[in-house]
Nanobody, 114 residues
């Protein structure tokens, strides 16, 4: 199963973007769906996750600006990003955990200009 993240782009500070992550085939048994990001020259970091029961967690640094959600029928993951800041710039990756399998998407570039 391949994951593809899309929806990134160039946006001015204060703007919004909505990222999506779609699997190449419908998959079941996904326990956790997450977003990570990697800024230039930095390590990949956790952004948000949503569990099978709908419980969500976010990185403390986001201060409520991002919202993670999912569409169960299509196993699609979303990330609504509001009030974007230049420090949100990076490549955003989706991640699905299913059993012992750890699936990573290709990533989508988000660039926030000041």
């Amino acid at each position: 199963v391949q994951l593809q993240a899309f929806g990134g782009g160039l946006v001015q500070a204060g703007g919004s973007l909505r990222l999506s992550c779609k699997a190449s085939a419908r998959i079941g048994g996904v326990k956790v769906m997450s977003w990570y990001r990697q800024a230039p020259g930095k390590q990949r970091e956790f952004v948000a996750r949503i569990a099978a029961n709908g419980h969500t967690d976010y990185a403390d640094s986001l201060q409520g600006r991002f919202t993670i959600s999912k569409e169960i029928a299509t196993t699609t993951l979303f990330l609504q990003m509001n009030s974007l800041k230049p420090e949100d710039t990076g490549v955003y990756y989706c991640n699905y955990i299913r059993g012992t399998a750890n699936h990573w998407g290709q990533g989508t570039q988000v660039t926030v200009s000041s």
